[in-house]
């Protein structure tokens, strides 16, 4: 990109060591635009008479020779005699180079329009100058005074010119190297593990000195002073980023970094161009090269460098505000120049791509993006053509991105060029693009819905590589082939839904078998052909078979009801079976059968004779295309009702004891059977007796009672009577056994055993319970006899059945001796007990003696 002369504006994090910003320039093409190869055995200066077209090499201390060479580097001659020749400087109207001659303690003029040396200016035994500088209408050098660095001067211009020290660094052990700009000298001693820098105003032609400031560690490779004179420039090669100070107090300027390549990027060089413009010698990644600067602490582009290492102050601007030239070496000591002729025009780069698919007699769009490293060039025209042919112009938008649309009416392989001419700030570029102009791949995609021999339904659709969709009146064709007889069979063409893409295909090939689909779409401008086969097996089809019967209807009356076989039509003559199963033709049914009609109605009519359930099913068998179906349904057939009752002998009885069950039934037809069953509270149905009844319609039963039993009676119907039933619930006591316990003896009176207690033992009185009523109740009651009667004494309260069934009381009797009495319990029965009745228990009888 172009290094602008605008500042740009960058938010950078300036923490220690100032390794938070890098420049990102990877992939970068190495370019120079001439190189040649240089006749030095060592470098030391470079300096550029674009006005002689010359460039002049001084070679440092052990050197006699100045190499001059034209402006691509070819040798012009070697000005000889020039004893250590270092520093290199050139007078403002560039008629005159200085040379500071380390090896000759002077410094040389040499006519650049002759190529002689003109003067020389002793600057001292031992001076050993290094470096040379013109500024305030004299030539300044750095040299060495009783060895200490120091900063000295001629003036040309007068009579009898001499060098004269003017400014001795005391702590400086070796002569400094001299910059200027702007009216301004900066010296710098680079011997010691710190970079010491002294700035002077000498715009007066006398050095009065500014500051005097260590700044860097390590030896700095690049040393500038701006044009203005306000910033002294510092490459270090063991730094990340060019630094800046001011050279009124040597604080940091602002911006007071250059970012080169980050860590490793080893800033080794440094030359300022009048415009401004910054180049710095160092490395990105394994690449040599130089960075360029613009007013952005950024690089704004790096150029790489083709071999070598950048030599240290090996880059120098040309006269003519464009050309840079640079001196590299490589491993073997040989040197190089590498000229630059244009490195401020940055680098572009075109891409360019094909948006979705590019089809015949469709518009197809190309995308692209011009791009470069600092600002697009926006509204930059670039140039179209096809296979040579001319296009329209395309123009890059603000953010670089440019489109191209295009229609071809015809497939093949298209090549679309797109050219940037470049402009003042920019390279050229130019890139292209093959594209395919191809009709769409499609695809026919197909699911079978159904088959049946009369109803194949497939479902399918039409896709194409873009996912669009297709016009009106796309149509797929069809064909059938049978894969038993090889037949084919063309069937008619299906429409393309265009919102879908979705079609369906239906067939009633009317018989069964294995059968190939072949779906097929021909193609059109836009879209290539495609085809696809459905093979399937169609079977034989169970039809849907459904009767409207009624749920009832009369004994001996006209039934009629209707049906339906799905999957019509039928062919005339086809019938169905009709089967009525009833009472009196379980086994063996009715038959008759009835005709289908075309549209698979059906109509069944018949008198049932026999009521109840009677059953009737309706049966269609196979046939080329269908499978046999079947259904039924059942119509009550309407019955006399006749009577059962049911009764027994007791209502309430003993456990354990016996009922008699009586059962009666009235008038029937042909079943004088009936059944009796019990059920016990909490237990099952079961069958007592089944029987014919006697000639009175009686039928006894008998049944051991344990628990409430609620007997029925039923008659399970004949041909003419309905089925009856009858109940009868009967009640059944509990089993009590009481003993008497803690007597001892027994006694009669008359027939009646009672037992015989000490007046002072309290009779106990314990009563079981069958079945087993744990926790239910159980009271006592006792009885004293007087007066020819028994009279009751006490009825206690309940008491708990303890586990297994068992209740305990004792007695306590008054004025007993000689006095007879009776005890029994009795089982209350609880809401919670359905299986028995309440109880009372037979008495036991007991006396008491002295």
Not at 476 to 493: A, F, I
Not at 676 to 683: L, N, Q, S
Request: glycine share 10%; proline share 4%; net charge negative.
């Amino acid at each position: 990109m172009r290094l602008k002369q605008v500042s740009l504006t960058a938010a950078i994090s300036v923490v220690a060591g100032l390794t938070t910003a890098t420049v990102g320039l990877t992939g970068i093409a190495a370019r120079a635009d001439s190189t040649a190869a240089l006749p030095l055995s060592h470098y030391a200066h470079m300096l550029v008479d674009t006005a002689h077209q010359h460039l002049f090499f001084s070679q440092g201390a052990g050197s006699t020779g100045i190499v001059v060479t034209d402006l691509a580097g070819d040798p012009v001659t070697t000005l000889t005699g020039e004893q250590g020749a270092t520093g290199l400087a050139l007078s403002p109207d560039g008629g005159t180079l200085y040379a500071a001659l380390a090896d000759g303690d002077a410094v040389a003029a040499i006519d650049t329009a002759t190529l002689t040396e003109s003067a020389r200016y002793a600057t001292g035994t031992g001076s050993g100058p290094v470096s040379v500088a013109v500024a305030g209408g004299k030539v300044w050098y750095g040299a060495t005074v009783d060895g200490r660095g120091a900063v000295g001067s001629v003036d040309p211009a007068a009579a009898e010119p001499v060098a004269t020290p003017q400014s001795v660094m005391a702590s400086w052990p070796a002569a400094p190297r001299l910059a200027t700009g702007g009216g301004v000298l900066a010296a710098e001693e680079l011997s010691t593990n710190t970079t010491d820098v002294a700035t002077f105003d000498v715009s007066s032609g006398t050095a009065t000195a500014l500051t005097h400031l260590g700044v860097s560690g390590g030896s700095s490779t690049g040393f500038q002073v701006t044009g203005d004179g306000r910033q002294v420039l510092l490459a270090d090669s063991g730094d990340v980023a060019l630094r800046a100070y001011r050279t009124a107090d040597m604080a940091m300027a602002d911006p007071s970094v250059y970012y080169t390549g980050g860590a490793g990027s080893a800033p080794n060089s440094l030359t300022l161009d009048t415009d401004g413009t910054i180049a710095v010698g160092g490395t990105a990644g394994s690449a040599p090269g130089v960075y360029l600067y613009a007013g952005s602490q950024l690089a704004e582009d790096y150029v790489k460098l083709p071999a070598g290492t950048l030599a240290a102050d090996g880059l120098m601007w040309g006269g003519d505000g464009g050309t840079l030239y640079g001196v590299t070496h490589d491993a073997s000591g040989a040197y190089t120049l590498n000229v630059l002729s244009a490195p401020k025009l940055t680098d572009t780069r075109l891409a360019l791509n094909l948006t979705g698919y590019a089809v015949p007699t469709r518009q197809f769009t190309l995308t692209g993006s011009l791009t470069t490293k600092g600002y697009v060039p926006a509204g930059a025209k670039l140039q179209v053509t096809r296979d040579g042919t001319e296009l329209p112009d395309a123009t890059a938008g603000a953010d670089g991105t440019f489109s191209i649309t295009d229609t071809r009416s015809d497939e093949g392989t298209y090549t679309y060029q797109v050219s940037y001419a470049g402009d003042a700030a920019h390279r050229p570029a130019t890139t292209s693009l093959n594209v395919e102009v191809d009709r769409l791949s499609t695809g026919v995609i197909q699911d079978v819905v159904s088959a049946r021999p009369r109803s194949v339904v497939l479902s399918g659709s039409l896709s194409s590589r873009d996912l669009g969709t297709f016009p009106q009146g796309t149509a797929v064709e069809v064909s059938r082939t049978n894969e038993d007889t090889h037949e084919t069979v063309q069937l008619p063409s299906v429409t393309v839904d265009p919102a879908t893409s979705a079609f369906t295909v239906t067939d009633a090939p009317g018989s069964a078998g294995w059968f190939t689909y072949h779906l097929s779409f021909a193609g059109d401008t836009e879209h290539q052909p495609s085809t696809d086969d459905a093979s399937l097996m169609v079977s034989p089809y169970t039809p849907a078979l459904t009767l409207k019967a009624p749920t009832t209807a009369t004994r001996g009356a006209a039934l009629t009801f209707g049906g339906t076989l799905g999957d019509a039509p039928y062919p005339a003559g086809e019938t169905v079976t009709v089967s009525r199963t009833d009472l009196a033709h379980t086994s063996t049914p009715v038959t008759w059968t009835v005709p289908v009609g075309t549209d698979g109605k059906i109509t069944v009519k018949d008198t049932p004779s026999v009521g109840g359930a009677d059953t009737y099913q309706v049966d269609y068998p196979d046939d080329a295309t269908h499978q046999s179906a079947t259904a039924s349904s059942t119509v009550q057939v309407s019955r006399a009702a006749t009577a059962v009752t049911v009764t027994s002998n007791e209502s309430t009885y003993t456990y354990g004891a016996t009922a008699t069950v009586t059962a009666h039934l009235g008038t029937t037809y042909d079943s004088r059977t009936v059944s009796i069953y019990a059920t016990p509270a909490g237990g099952r149905k079961t069958l007592v007796k089944t029987a014919a009844v006697d000639s009175k319609g009686n039928l006894k039963a008998t049944y051991k009672l344990t628990r409430n039993t609620t007997f029925t009676a039923s008659f399970a119907g004949d041909y003419r009577y309905a089925p009856a039933t009858a109940t009868r619930a009967v009640h059944d006591q509990v089993g009590i056994a009481e003993k008497l316990g803690g007597y001892y003896t027994s006694t009669k009176y008359g027939t009646v055993t009672y037992r015989v207690y000490h007046h002072t033992v309290k009779p106990r009185v314990t009563g079981t319970v069958t079945p087993d009523k744990s926790g239910q109740c159980l009271r006592f009651q006792a009885q004293e006899y007087y007066n020819k009667a028994w009279h009751t004494l006490t009825t206690s309260s309940c008491f708990t059945l303890a586990t297994g069934s068992v209740g305990t009381t004792s007695l306590s009797l008054t004025n007993a001796v000689d006095q007879r009495f009776r005890v029994r319990s009795e089982y209350v029965a609880s809401a919670g007990d359905a299986g028995n009745v309440s109880t009372w228990g037979g008495w036991v009888y007991l006396t008491v003696r002295n």
